[in-house]
């Protein structure tokens, strides 16, 4: 085919050429090369490029906006025809149809833009002294308009009186909600009216009234706040180290807007324009309206004021002042990376079966799970090796380096120093296998950093009665005593109990995840789940960690 006297595709055109000069006498070859001169592609082509021609350098705009008019003149020239004709009749048919008849009317609401709330028309005289007005149309929904009073979710936005002038005013809007979608209503707005009555010398529990009593679109007629325009959202996470009931919060500014949360919980803080409430949203939640809740600031005086009056924590208070008030943590997504293994951590009271609990994850799978040797300044034994059973060195050398920092923990048992260093547990983490630490508790801060990033468990205890009931069952030997094998008495039953409620009220806000060691079994299936989380997972941590 001779392609110069074709309008032929230039892409096409190439091939073709290209092909001619692959030696002939195959029959693919010879199938390609009719293909490639085929009119039906040819055509193809044409149609492929003039889509995406017009995808990007046109917008498709309707030929016309009266498709419904046509269709009427349409019926009526048709009716007026004698020719019984079968096509006259199944297009008469179709043209009445009321689902093609609908979809007509669709095209032209659309065509002529028909699809925008009509807002009253501005006034032909208005006084030039009168203050600016705008004019708002919200479509009513689930969402809190609520002031000092108890108020049904409206249009997502908060109404309180000014203290100065005493008129109603636009406390704030929340993030998400219609009022922040429609762009139109800011905080400082002052409402004139809602609905075409007037709220002059009306409370907000009036205005509420008015609000919730309205149906379908609700419609503000506002004196704007030149300068307070909305402010954007910010990226900031954080993780509740506390539970929050808005509920029971006498202070919040509407409870209807208020967000409940559990200690745990990863929330999107989208606003802390308020220095008392933050607007956030649940991480992962569809919900896109945020809600109220207490800002760090004030979190950090409620619980302040709480250890100064409370009496089951006014004898913690001393250890409190040197500790982090736990609010909130800012935190990043921390991605697991190949070779480089986050340390797992157990902690717990002594007794609890942290260190069982370690002992019985390193024996599912020694070469991956490695706990590190410990560092003593006692004298090595003939039965021991150095470096596989403990690293010996002289007490002088050890506190040396104690001092220095480099140790996690460190203890005096009989006179000799035991310990653990940063430097062996990184070695471990280099080596792509899995660090499983059970340290003191007070260890946590010297291992809570960004150079060693720990996945923290910490190991609970059942209740009293379930504590007794199941050690008794399993013949438990006490680790209070270690000069002989013998069970545990109720004392130290007891001081489980108390030392693991006094490790959670000053460090709870380090733990990653908690599991109450009721049975070993069932605590070491949870904590092997941890681990492949650590392993496998994304997860929260201090946004330190990441930076």
Same mark, same amino acid.
């Given at each position: ?7 032929w595709d230039p ?9 001619k000069?692959v ?23 044409q149609?492929?490029n003039k889509?995406?021609a017009?995808?990007?350098d ?26 019984v ?12 149809k009321p ?26 005289e ?25 108020a049904e979710?409206? /249009? ?7 203290e100065?002038?005493?008129?109603i ?14 762009g139109?209503?800011h ?8 609905n075409?009555i007037?709220?002059?010398n ?16 609700i419609?503000?007629?506002? /004196?704007?706040s030149?300068?307070k325009?909305?402010?954007?959202e ?10 929050y009931n808005?509920?029971?919060?006498p202070?919040?500014?509407c ?8 200690k ?16 956030a949203?649940?991480e992962?939640?569809? /919900?896109?309206?945020?809600?109220l809740?207490?800002? &760090? ?8 004021h ?6 089951q ?13 736990p ?29 069982e609990?370690?002992?019985?994850l ?16 006692r004298?090595?034994?003939p ?10 060195v002289?007490?002088?050398k ?35 296998r ?29 209740s ?25 008495t ?11 409620? &006094? ?11 908690e599991i ?12 092997m ?5 650590v ?6 941590v201090?946004v330190?960690?990441?930076?």
């Amino acid at each position: 085919m001779d392609t110069s006297s074709e309008n032929w595709d230039p892409a096409l055109t190439r091939l073709l050429a290209s092909l001619k000069e692959v030696q002939p006498g195959g029959e693919d070859v010879a199938f390609l090369s009719d293909l490639l001169q085929s009119k039906q592609l040819h055509a193809l082509v044409q149609v492929h490029n003039k889509i995406v021609a017009k995808g990007k350098d046109d917008k498709f705009y309707p030929l016309l906006s009266n498709a419904m008019q046509v269709t009427l003149e349409v019926l009526e020239l048709l009716a007026n025809v004698a020719s019984v004709a079968k096509e006259y009749e199944e297009l008469l048919s179709l043209l009445q149809k009321p689902h093609f008849q609908a979809i007509l009317c669709t095209h032209d609401a659309v065509a002529q833009k028909d699809y925008y709330p009509h807002l009253p028309d501005i006034p032909l005289e208005a006084d030039e002294e009168e203050e600016t007005v705008k004019i708002v149309q919200l479509v009513k929904s689930d969402e809190p308009l609520g002031g000092a009073q108890s108020a049904e979710p409206i /249009v997502g936005a908060t109404i309180k009186t000014d203290e100065e002038t005493g008129k109603i005013v636009i406390a704030r809007v929340m993030h998400g909600g219609a009022a922040d979608r429609s762009g139109l209503i800011h905080a400082g707005d002052e409402v004139i009216e809602v609905n075409g009555i007037s709220v002059e010398n009306k409370t907000p529990a009036d205005v509420l009234a008015i609000l919730q009593s309205s149906e379908g679109t609700i419609t503000f007629k506002l /004196v704007p706040s030149f300068g307070k325009g909305g402010s954007r959202e910010s990226k900031v996470r954080v993780r509740a180290l506390f539970n929050y009931n808005s509920s029971e919060d006498p202070y919040i500014p509407c409870k209807e807007a208020g967000l409940n949360f559990k200690k745990g919980d990863v929330l999107h803080i989208v606003s802390q324009d308020d220095a008392y409430w933050w607007q956030a949203r649940r991480e992962g939640d569809r /919900v896109m309206r945020a809600g109220l809740i207490p800002s &760090r600031a004030l979190q950090e005086g409620r619980i302040i004021h709480e250890r100064q009056t409370d009496p089951q924590t006014v004898d913690e208070n001393d250890d409190f002042d040197r500790e982090m008030i736990p609010t909130y943590e800012e935190v990043a997504r921390l991605y697991p990376r190949p070779g480089l293994v986050r340390p797992i951590v157990l902690v717990g009271a002594p007794g609890v079966g942290r260190n069982e609990l370690r002992r019985r994850l390193i024996a599912t799978d020694p070469e991956k799970y490695v706990t590190p040797v410990p560092f003593t300044s006692r004298a090595q034994k003939p039965s021991e090796q150095n470096g596989k059973d403990y690293v010996f060195v002289s007490r002088e050398k050890m506190e040396q380096d104690i001092g220095e920092g480099k140790f996690i923990e460190h203890g005096e048992y009989k006179g000799n120093l035991y310990g653990t260093t940063a430097e062996s547990v990184e070695t471990i983490i280099n080596s792509g296998r899995v660090c499983v630490l059970s340290p003191h508790w007070q260890a946590l801060k010297m291992l809570r950093t960004p150079r060693l990033r720990p996945y923290i468990v910490f190991v609970r205890p059942p209740s009293l009665e379930r504590l007794v009931e199941t050690r008794t069952a399993a013949n438990a030997r006490s680790t209070f005593d270690k000069e002989s094998s013998r069970a545990f008495t109720e004392e130290e039953f007891a001081d489980i109990i108390r030392s693991s409620n &006094r490790i959670n009220f000053l460090y709870g806000y380090m733990f990653d995840e908690e599991i109450v060691n009721e049975e070993l079994p069932g605590a070491l299936t949870q904590l092997m789940k941890a681990s492949w989380r650590v392993q496998s997972e994304p997860l929260w941590v201090p946004v330190s960690w990441v930076q």
